[in-house]
């Protein structure tokens, strides 16, 4: 190598060294003072040690004006690049809040939409570590339109790659509509937020004073909107946490999720399972507890675990394979379906039927909630939405009916009626259009107001109601049921079940796409 070459080459890895320090050191302590780590740090805690692969490290801005041309770092406030995650391709872009306060100008977004066009085009999911202040108001309405580039290979994207955004500081305005195009969303108590106006906003509008974290931090999130699926209380465990996602998940719509080596064997029985759920129907118990039970080694990630607590959403193995399990959980509202609890179970359905993950459906449900609340919210338009997405999907799709199953809500719960390939229930489980009390004040009101003991004669018309209608084998006996099963036996049964199902096979009708319930 000449001698010129030798100056060019060190000159290379000096810019390089620049454009990899950031601005300053200072803006580095700065950084770490609000308890948050620089980008490449987040970036090296994500990827596997060694693999990042930077794209377009020496880009610059090229706006004039309001002192821009005087500051043009390299990056331009954003990292973007790939590596890999136990040894799979992540693309990852990452938002530096040391320069520019991680606002978005338009050569920060067109690296953006380079980076989004190869994870589509590689098949390779996307993380974006956020922690950037909006648009660069500099740069005026073009730095604006650089969201819409994005917006629009979200939705591109969707269902095609997995798509994670870790929101690791403040997130404002349309900015916030990316995460929420994504599949999941994590986010970092007390430095990180999100909201479409912020509290200065709110109070001139409405007069309402409120914390940025009040009104869109992390527990608002997990808790009270479900904008946010994963919330911790800090980066390294929350990245920890995507780099476990990322290992269940599959790298697109094209391929199946990981198989993972099982030691718990197949045939385990599970005798705790006949004590852990009571067969007084009026009686709660935790059904995390029952998933445990099942599943591999007890282990299930939990999805929205804070929010609509009345639906858990899961993923767990099974012999390995990664299912998607939707339960009601008797220990909050009884287990009944609400808008909330439909939303967080339909969008759960959605992504497991995206990504080839096959869906396990455990039932205690008494019914939709009733309240004058639920049916001006729209109880019908959301309760749909699960409908919809169960009657959609296309991959293997098991219901097990462990104990209540009234009504609408059972049906909507992946019945047979609706498509699941294959349903069974305990000898604990009730399946009726409603509980017997309610069934029989309408079946016998009549008689029941006209005995001399009313109180009598309904408690043994209930009585008969339930040894008519309600017995274990009703269902069974009609097809509605495939089998009836030992619950010590349902983790074997939904294994090979679900060996059988794996080369299923199902069309949908030709169309664009359809027109689900909003």
Avoid at 22 to 28: D, M, N, R, V, Y
Avoid at 297 to 316: I, K, M, Q
Avoid at 487 to 514: C, F, N, W, Y
Wanted: aromatic fraction near 6%.
């Amino acid at each position: 190598m000449s001698t010129h070459a030798r100056g060019r080459v060190a000159e290379l890895h000096e810019i390089r060294a620049q454009a990899v320090a950031g601005p300053s050191e200072k803006a580095t302590q700065a950084q770490h003072a609000k308890g948050k780590l620089t980008a490449r740090e987040r970036i090296e805690l994500l990827l596997d040690p060694g693999s990042f692969r930077e794209v377009e490290q020496l880009r610059r801005h090229r706006a004039t004006g309001f002192g821009l041309e005087t500051k043009k770092p390299y990056t331009d406030g954003v990292i973007t690049g790939w590596g890999t995650v136990e040894g799979r391709t992540v693309f990852v872009y990452a938002h530096d809040f040391r320069i520019f306060g991680g606002a978005l100008g338009e050569d920060h977004a067109t690296k953006i939409h380079k980076i989004m066009d190869m994870a589509i085009a590689a098949g390779a999911p996307l993380v974006s570590l956020n922690d950037g202040a909006g648009a660069r108001i500099q740069e005026g309405v073009s730095a604006l339109a650089g969201y819409g580039g994005i917006f629009q290979r979200n939705t591109k994207a969707s269902g095609v790659i997995p798509q994670i955004s870790v929101m690791l500081g403040p997130c404002a305005g349309g900015a916030a509509y990316s995460p929420a195009l994504t599949d999941f969303v994590f986010m970092v108590r007390e430095t990180s937020q999100m909201f479409i106006t912020g509290p200065d906003v709110v109070k001139a509008v409405t007069g309402e004073e409120i914390t940025q974290n009040g009104l869109g931090g992390a527990d608002v999130h997990a808790e009270t909107s479900g904008v946010c699926h994963f919330a911790y209380d800090d980066e390294e465990t929350c990245l920890a946490e995507v780099r476990y996602l990322l290992s269940l998940l599959p790298q697109n719509n094209r391929e199946n999720p990981p198989r993972a080596q099982a030691s718990d064997p197949v045939g385990r029985r599970s005798e705790a399972l006949l004590e852990l759920v009571p067969v007084d129907g009026s009686r709660p118990y935790d059904m995390t507890r029952v998933i445990e039970e099942v599943v591999d080694d007890g282990e299930y990630l939990e999805v929205h675990e804070r929010w609509a607590r009345n639906v858990v959403c899961a993923l767990a193995r099974l012999d390995g394979q990664l299912v998607g399990v939707v339960a009601n959980q008797p220990q909050v509202l009884a287990g009944v379906l609400d808008i909330e609890a439909s939303e967080k179970a339909a969008r759960f359905v959605q992504m497991c039927d995206a990504f080839s993950i096959p869906l396990v459906t455990f039932l205690d449900v008494p019914g939709f909630l009733p309240g004058v609340d639920q049916e001006h919210g729209g109880i019908i338009r959301h309760g749909a939405k699960l409908l919809y997405a169960y009657c959609n999907a296309t991959v293997p799709r098991i219901s097990l009916i462990l104990r209540k199953a009234y009504g609408g809500a059972y049906i909507v719960m992946d019945s047979q009626s609706i498509g699941a390939d294959l349903t069974y229930a305990w000898p604990t489980n009730e399946i009726a259009v409603m509980g017997a009390e309610g069934a029989a004040n309408v079946i016998f009101r009549r008689q029941i107001a006209q005995a001399e003991d009313p109180e009598a004669m309904r408690s043994r018309m209930v009585k008969e109601y339930k040894s008519e209608l309600m017995h274990p084998y009703y269902a069974a006996e009609r097809g509605l049921v495939d089998d009836v099963i030992d619950p010590a036996e349902t983790r074997e049964v939904l294994i090979e079940s679900l060996a059988m199902l794996q080369s299923k096979h199902a069309d949908l009708p030709l169309r664009k796409h359809g027109n689900p319930p909003q």
